[in-house]
């Protein structure tokens, strides 16, 4: 069973940049896309970004032109570099691996965006 742990988040400014890291404890080939979730208080978790097998991305509205996900095979990692970051980023980001049957979720990171 895969398992996906995050880090990199934290208290940033706004304007400021924030990069999350995933790392896999195996190997991410077998998943149909990696995804980036997010949850603010009081709000339902909503789609951030994604990544199929194939490379494609597909962004949220609200983070079109600020965040970029990436992913490193070799390292069985993914990215989401958070640039231009607002107050209304503030929240519980998580990572997930989507598969044809199940899906695996990281335990999330903390990001919040503040003056």
């Known amino acids: 069973q895969v398992q996906l742990v995050e880090s990199g988040g934290g208290l940033v400014q706004p304007g400021g940049s924030l990069r999350l890291s995933c790392d896999a404890s195996?190997?991410?080939?077998?998943?149909?896309?990696m995804n980036w979730y997010r949850q603010a208080p009081g709000k339902q978790r909503e789609l951030v970004a994604r990544i199929t097998r194939g490379s494609s991305t597909t962004y949220a509205d609200s983070v079109k032109g600020r965040f970029t996900i990436s992913r490193e095979t070799s390292k069985n990692t993914v990215y989401l570099q958070m640039d231009s970051l607002k107050p209304g980023d503030t929240a519980v980001y998580y990572c997930?691996?989507?598969?044809?049957?199940?899906?695996?979720w990281g335990q999330g990171i903390q990001v919040t965006v503040s003056s």
């Open positions: 195996g190997r991410l080939l077998g998943f149909n896309a």
């Open positions: 997930n691996a989507e598969g044809t049957y199940s899906e695996v």
